[in-house]
């Protein structure tokens, strides 16, 4: 079973940035993909980035230009970078992992992103 922690929530001020990680028990050296997704209040789960094997990224046309995936294979670490935070995105964010061998998508518990000012 893989297990997924993340990291770097908090209250940020409108403009701000924060980074967010995300820890796996297991090497994602052969992970067929990595993402984040976010869950506001009273709103559906939204794919915000992801990453494949091949590091080709995707972002949501909310995020683009402000947000970056990124990993550190070495530290089986996924990361998202958040520049310029708005108040709409505020959110709880989860990382999830898919490997090829597996249908399975982990989930990581999810950390809170306040943007308040």
């Known amino acids: 079973q893989v297990q997924l922690v993340e990291s770097g929530g908090g209250l940020v001020q409108p403009g701000g940035s924060l980074t967010l990680s995300c820890v796996s028990s297991?090497?994602?050296?052969?992970?067929?993909?990595m993402a984040w997704y976010r869950q506001a209040l009273g709103m559906e789960r939204e794919l915000v980035a992801t990453?494949?094997?091949?590091?080709?990224?995707r972002y949501s046309d909310s995020v683009e230009g402000r947000f970056t995936i990124s990993k550190d294979t070495a530290k089986n670490t996924v990361y998202l970078w958040m520049n310029d935070l708005k108040l709409e995105d505020t959110a709880v964010y989860y990382c999830?992992?898919?490997?090829?061998?597996?249908?399975?998508?982990?989930w990581g518990q999810g950390t809170q992103v306040t943007v308040s000012s």
């Open positions: 999830t992992l898919k490997f090829p061998d597996s249908s399975t998508k982990y």
């Open positions: 990453m494949d094997s091949g590091a080709r990224k």
């Open positions: 297991e090497s994602i050296f052969r992970a067929s993909v």
